[in-house]
């Protein structure tokens, strides 16, 4: 059976389509940022290593960006460290309290009378029907 409104397709959008490709368009404006930056900072540079290990010749923007990986990557190491120490010594706090148990007990005096409940249903004016 067709229906009686035929489908029609909506007309393409160039604002749906930069938030459907949200993340292609900003992947592609960050790499010519980049792109840019490397051809700005085109000044050549030498790297000499300590104790004779050698030289590394370059632009300075492709220095710049390859301590900024190297940084990245460090840290990211480090982060991997620390949580997996982190997780190895445990979980922090009193050893000698249970996990489930409540964090307050309440005192006698606070809690309410033991037949408080049928009581308050006791006392509760009924309406009429």
């Known amino acids: 059976m067709k229906s009686p409104y035929p489908k029609r397709r909506r007309a393409p959008s160039i604002v749906?389509?930069?938030?459907?490709?949200r993340r292609l368009v900003a992947?592609?404006?960050?790499?010519?940022i980049i792109l840019w930056f490397v051809w700005v900072n085109s000044s050549p540079v030498t790297i000499s290593f300590p104790f004779r290990l050698g030289t590394f010749n370059s632009t300075a923007?492709?220095?710049i960006l390859l301590s900024a990986l190297v940084g990245s990557v460090a840290t990211l190491l480090l982060v991997a460290v620390f949580f997996a120490i982190r997780s190895t010594r445990g979980p922090r706090g009193d050893d000698d309290r249970d996990e489930h148990a409540p964090a307050h007990r309440p005192d006698d005096d606070e809690l309410p009378p033991p037949n408080?409940?049928?009581r308050a249903a006791a006392e509760a004016p009924r309406e009429p029907l």
């Not at 992947?27 to 010519?32: H, P, R, S």
């Open 16 to 21: 749906r389509n930069f938030w459907i490709y």
């Open 27 to 32: 992947a592609a404006f960050v790499l010519g």
């Open 116 to 118: 408080y409940a049928a």
């Open 61 to 63: 923007g492709l220095l």
